[in-house]
């Protein structure tokens, strides 16, 4: 059944709900859009110029231990892919400028960052600082599809089918 369909025959879900949530949810797109923008602009006020690359983290999760007196923290990227898009060979392929600025705040910070990859009905995952990656520019420039790419081998990547998901996170996450 198609997304809309659902929304139309599922009245358990009231007309407000979505209504809220669609405005919040763009009101969040645009505010990362205009932070992006604001920054660029305050970079160009500064001579010389400073080469930077802007990005988000789609999530931080911070686990307590020992009545919080110990923490944990984790981020996380998710991506959602075509299969034809995201496997390259022997390689899951992801934007090469993101992943090194996830990589290095990762290092620098000192805590786990994992990649997880939506392909169709299966999910890839790695841990950035646990995997090894090349990085090469690759794509058609007369296609626009020519770009940087981050390619980590498949050896050191776990593959998950969705319904596993939630018990492989939880064993990783939350069992160690």
Do not use: C
Not at 58 to 87: C, H, P, S, T
Not at 98 to 114: G, I, K, N, T, V
């Amino acid at each position: 059944m198609a997304s809309r369909t659902v929304l139309v025959y599922n009245s358990s879900i009231s007309l407000d709900f979505i209504e809220t949530f669609t405005y919040r949810y763009s009101r969040d797109v645009f505010n990362r859009l205009r932070l992006s923008r604001l920054l660029e602009e305050a970079r160009r006020l500064v001579t010389p110029r400073v080469p930077v690359y802007i990005s988000d983290v789609d999530a931080l999760m911070m686990q307590y231990f020992d009545n919080g007196r110990r923490r944990r923290f984790i981020g996380f990227e998710f991506k959602n892919m075509r299969r034809d898009v995201a496997l390259k060979g022997g390689y899951v392929k992801v934007n090469g400028k993101q992943y090194e600025l996830h990589y290095y705040f990762s290092r620098m910070a000192e805590f786990d960052f994992y990649y997880l990859v939506r392909a169709g009905r299966e999910y890839f995952l790695w841990n950035v600082a646990r995997a090894p990656v090349e990085f090469r520019w690759l794509g058609d420039k007369d296609k626009g599809t020519y770009d940087y790419y981050a390619l980590v081998p498949r050896d050191f990547v776990a593959q998950i089918p969705e319904e596993e998901l939630p018990q492989y996170l939880g064993d990783m996450i939350f069992r160690r």
